[in-house]
T-cell receptor
Framework: DARVTQTPRHKVTEMGQEVTMRCQPILGHNTVFWYRQTMMQGLELLAYFRNRAPLDDSGMPKDRFSAEMPDATLATLKIQPSEPRDSAVYFC??????????FGEGSRLTVL | KQEVTQIPAALSVPEGENLVLNCSFTDSAIYNLQWFRQDPGKGLTSLLLIQSSQREQTSGRLNASLDKSSGRSTLYIAASQPGDSATYLCAVNYGQNFVFGPGTRLSVLP
């Protein structure tokens, strides 16, 4: 049963700490998205990769957020330093080209 | 600007009713449109994908239609059940990115 896998599922940290979230896309998918979901803003696109190359990270605060794909089986989203306003659920999604999108279960981040 | 809206924001119906959820988008130059379901504390589950060349897609009790020219899609749920209670989101794919609507929160009462 192919699925997008995200770790950690939950993370509580203190302001100023570094947070790294990981995503394993579905094997064979060549597009990977990072989204952030909050009650107030809904789903916001943070970054988008195609064939491991970043195509759009305009939604990401560049001073503290970074996204990478070290290889085709791993995407990472890093926040350094974290702030309370970063508290949200972060979703990774993958797809094949402009086709159907599949989401992971999300990483719930709480920054105290 | 590419925007997606969904009406209603919330809906409560008795079990067994047929219902329609609406999705509107401002830019009709789409690749496809996808409907998702999200249960509390969970990720998004894909329900239906409609390509820009298609008019509708069906899966079980779900039927999604697409009218690109008017910028609208509807999700029809037949014979609703309490297990259908969730938030339903539509996402419009413009090739480089998906733009999501805010969702419709559905409650089906036993």
């Amino acid at each position: 049963d192919a699925r997008v896998t995200q770790t950690p599922r939950h993370k509580v940290t203190e302001m100023g700490q570094e947070v790294t979230m990981r995503c394993q896309p579905i094997l064979g998918h060549n597009t990977v998205f990072w989204y952030r979901q909050t009650m107030m803003q809904g789903l916001e696109l943070l970054a988008y990769f195609r064939n491991r190359a970043p195509l759009d990270d305009s939604g990401m605060p560049k001073d503290r957020f970074s996204a990478e794909m070290p290889d085709a089986t791993l995407a990472t989203l890093k926040i350094q330093p974290s702030e309370p306003r970063d508290s949200a659920v972060y979703f990774c999604a993958s797809g094949r080209g402009p086709g159907e999108l599949f989401f992971g279960e999300g990483s719930r981040l709480t920054v105290l | 600007k590419q925007e997606v809206t969904q009406i209603p924001a919330a809906l409560s119906v008795p079990e067994g009713e047929n219902l329609v959820l609406n999705c509107s988008f401002t830019d009709s130059a789409i690749y496809n449109l996808q409907w998702f379901r999200q249960d509390p504390g969970k990720g998004l589950t894909s329900l239906l994908l409609i390509q820009s060349s298609q008019r509708e897609q069906t899966s079980g009790r779900l039927n999604a239609s697409l009218d690109k020219s008017s910028g609208r899609s509807t999700l029809y749920i037949a014979a609703s059940q309490p297990g259908d209670s969730a938030t339903y989101l539509c996402a419009v794919n413009y090739g480089q990115n998906f733009v999501f609507g805010p969702g419709t929160r559905l409650s089906v009462l036993p």
